[in-house]
């Protein structure tokens, strides 16, 4: 008992520095891009002074710059809102919400990735909807840091008394056991998935083997029995 209190604590400890991590890295994020493109489209404005009127090419040229910051800027805050929680996911289900990501991701990484679904998902109720796409964000979070993969794969299928999401990808392997026994970011993402699902009553499953890239397996009740599952 000693033991697993101490290991909890421990868990504890890792996870709220995981959290203090996440927290600095949007900080920096938000500081780094969308600060300095808010800056600099104050800067383009400021310029825009009654003499610039004179000069029409070079009035459209500044405004054309400031278009594009304030483009980039909606595109970052975009991202950070879909990271965060997707309105999405809200209001039209999960299905959406996770082309919506993975249509980002694949111009962000260059990864091509594929969904098949079954679309009675989205019937699920919010808090299991939510459950997925978090664990499905943390998986495809791993494959554009460590994967090196080139195509991923995901599935929502529906069996006797489970909807299961399955995300397979092509990339590097790595040691499942080692990385819950290590101490990191790695683990602690690999728990968090476990924890989540667990909190629904379902369960968490990753397999990873040299030349065959991972398997990210989540299950979940679906709450109605249905002929031919399993």
């Given amino acids: 008992m000693r033991l697993s209190e101490q290991q909890l604590r421990q868990l504890s400890h890792e996870i709220l520095l995981a ?18 493109s808010l800056v ?3 800067i383009h404005l400021a310029s825009l002074t009654p003499k610039t009127a004179d000069n ?15 483009e980039k800027s909606l595109a970052m805050v975009h991202r950070f809102a879909v990271d965060l929680r997707p309105t999405v996911l809200d209001d039209l289900g999960l299905i959406p919400a996770l082309q919506t990501f993975m249509k980002d991701f694949m111009a962000r990484t260059g990864v091509r990735a594929r969904l098949t679904a079954y679309t009675a998902v989205n019937e699920l109720p919010i808090a299991m ?4 796409y978090r664990v499905a964000l943390e998986a495809f979070n791993n494959i554009a840091i460590h994967a090196q993969a080139s195509a991923v794969e995901v599935e929502i299928k529906k069996l006797r008394e489970w909807i299961r999401l399955t ?3 092509d990339g590097k392997s790595f040691d499942v056991k080692r990385v819950l026994l290590t101490k990191g ?9 476990r924890e989540r ?3 629904v009553g379902g369960s968490f499953e990753v397999k990873s083997a040299p030349g065959k890239g991972t398997i990210v397996t ?7 029995p249905a002929r031919g599952g399993r």
């Fill in 19 to 36: 959290q203090e991590e996440e927290r600095k890295r949007i900080s920096r994020e938000l500081h780094d891009t969308v600060l300095q």
């Fill in 40 to 42: 600099g489209i104050n």
């Fill in 56 to 70: 029409p090419r070079s009035l459209q040229r500044k405004i054309k710059q400031t278009q594009r910051l304030v």
């Fill in 129 to 132: 909807r939510a459950v997925l």
């Fill in 167 to 169: 995300i397979k990808d």
């Fill in 185 to 193: 970011t790695g683990r602690l993402g690999l728990l968090g998935m």
């Fill in 197 to 199: 699902l667990e909190m």
């Fill in 218 to 224: 989540a299950k979940i009740p679906s709450g109605k």
